[in-house]
């Protein structure tokens, strides 16, 4: 169903838009929707084992754990959403996987593109840009200054 | 040997709601919130997340605060609730190179592309109490402009080991031949020699005080292995997994990570001319102290492969890698709280059965 690479890469952008939406985001949206659906996989909490590369450019190495909850579900419209959300909260992954289904809804996906993924791609670039402001205003040139006795 | 003891249940009770109101403290001064202390005490739930070894900001907070404080028994805490968790598997490498950038200095080169970023920093500071804490304050200052702000933010910042490699002054690091997968020491012991995946696991968990230690010594002449800090990085990365079912990765948040790559004195053999050597230290949130005393002892570490003698203890795997966890170490060195009667009245009895043989050999020499 979603072999196609273009698909795959648009599934691919919201699931990770979706994964780092903040919970007020997400009930603001689910608010006041009746979506009928049943659990496939129920939300559970765990871990995931965080690799990185020595020297960032070597082997892997394993540095430590991070919390995370995942779940999955089938839409009344047939759609199976999935959640991978970074933390412990369990609602926010049923409402990460229930707009994982509606995206792949034809019918549903331009409302939700508008909703919810515009708002949070701002939002994540937004705080992007803002870090990176921020970081700038701490940018230094270093000058060295050469000593008398030399 | 401690032995098992009854009785005490009343006292230990007590002694339960006595920790909790100790740790309340005077009921008229306003309670602290898990929420503050993770956003007013970020560099201890930092560190709680780093050797508690479990990357969230609100369970460390929690923990810190449970703990009254006490970061060694907050990781504790983490550690405890951790193993209560199912482990899903594992994410992708994630990718320091591409790591939104907060903070990052080069201590070998003054300018370089993107250049000395500060970021938040206690580096300059004077280190003078500031009393206008002790009051709580409304605002902190605006920060002065630094012109020209970026027209983008995605600026470019060059890795200091690359523009050393793309020279070949310093050794390469790319990945062993079909990018083994690392043993993980929370499935597998450890046994020795480790190689450089393990001992780095090991020593992003441990002990920032006792790495801290360690690399201090090497510094002091204990192994010196001539440091500089060819660069140091703090900011943001975006993880991955793989989901079985989806078969192809996706972001599943953001980790705040710091990250020390140490350039080293030269090492060469006959068939690789001379070059620099490397450490390397990361560790979860902003723990830059600890990145790069791991990235110092990851060097000394690395004595054998590198043809150095293994003289001092910081070079000593099976010494440095067996002691650097504190829930071990806190846990052993505590146990000697608990009941040792039954062994401690066998070396009683012991130690009054010498004497009397000693006082009754002495009276018999006279």
């Not at chain 1, 691919?12 to 007020?24: H, T, V």
């Not at chain 1, 549903?108 to 708002?119: G, I, N, S, T, Y």
Request: charged share 25%; proline share 5%.
């Amino acid at each position: 169903m979603y072999d196609s690479t273009e698909a795959q890469q648009a599934r691919r952008e919201w699931l990770g838009l979706l994964s780092r939406a903040p919970i007020e985001l997400l009930e603001a949206w689910g608010a006041g929707r009746a979506q009928e659906y049943v659990w496939l996989k129920r939300p559970e909490s765990g871990l995931a084992m965080v690799r990185a590369r020595i020297g960032a450019t070597g082997d892997r190495f394993n540095v430590g754990e991070m919390t995370l909850t995942r779940c999955a579900l089938r839409m009344a419209g047939g759609q199976h959403g999935v959640a991978y959300v970074q933390g412990r909260s369990a609602r926010r992954a049923e409402l990460a996987a229930i707009a994982d289904a509606l995206l792949q809804d034809p019918n549903e996906r331009d409302a939700l593109e508008r909703d919810l993924l515009q708002p949070l791609r701002a939002r994540i670039a937004a705080s992007r840009a803002a870090r990176a402001n921020e970081s700038h205003l701490t940018k230094v040139e270093f000058l060295t200054v050469s000593r008398g006795d030399e | 040997m401690y032995v098992a003891v009854k009785g005490g249940e009343r006292a230990i009770e007590n002694s339960h709601l006595l920790v909790s109101e100790a740790r309340r403290g005077d009921p008229s001064i306003a309670e602290i919130s898990v929420a503050q202390i993770e956003q007013q005490l970020r560099l201890a739930v930092d560190r709680v997340m780093t050797e508690g070894s479990v990357y969230d900001r609100e369970l460390a907070a929690l923990a810190i605060k449970q703990a009254a404080g006490d970061t060694v028994e907050a990781i504790f805490l983490l550690r405890a609730y951790r193993a209560t968790l199912p482990r899903f598997g594992y994410t992708e490498a994630i990718d320091t190179l591409k790591m939104q950038l907060r903070r990052r200095i080069s201590a070998t080169f003054k300018d370089l592309p993107g250049g000395q970023v500060l970021g938040p920093t206690y580096d300059y500071t004077q280190r003078l109490l500031d009393f206008s804490l002790a009051v709580a304050s409304a605002e902190c200052g605006e920060p002065q402009t630094n012109p020209p702000p970026p027209t983008s933010p995605e600026q470019e910042f060059a890795d200091v080991m690359a523009l050393l490699g793309a020279e070949g002054l310093i050794e390469a690091q790319p990945p062993s031949e079909g990018d083994p997968v690392p043993a993980d020491l929370t499935r597998v012991p450890m046994t020795f020699p480790a190689s450089r995946a393990e001992r780095l696991q090991n020593l992003a968990r441990g002990d920032e005080g006792y790495l801290l230690a360690m690399a201090y010594s090497t510094q002091r002449g204990y192994a010196n292995n001539h440091p500089f800090a060819g660069e140091i990085r703090f900011g943001s990365v975006e993880v991955e997994i793989i989901p079985e079912e989806l078969g192809f990765p996706i972001v599943i948040g953001e980790l705040e990570i710091t990250e020390c790559q140490m350039v080293n004195q030269f090492a060469g053999s006959k068939t690789v001319p001379p070059q620099f050597t490397r450490g390397y230290g990361l560790a979860f949130g902003h723990s830059e102290r600890k990145a790069m005393a791991m990235a110092l002892v990851d060097r000394a570490l690395r004595a054998e492969e590198l043809g150095e003698a293994v003289v001092a203890p910081a070079q000593m795997q099976e010494f440095v890698l067996s002691h650097s966890d504190n829930l071990e170490s806190s846990g052993f060195v505590q146990h000697l709280k608990l009941p040792h009667y039954v062994d401690f009245q066998s070396e009683l009895a012991l130690l009054r059965q010498m004497r009397a043989s000693q006082s009754a050999q002495s009276e018999s020499s006279i």
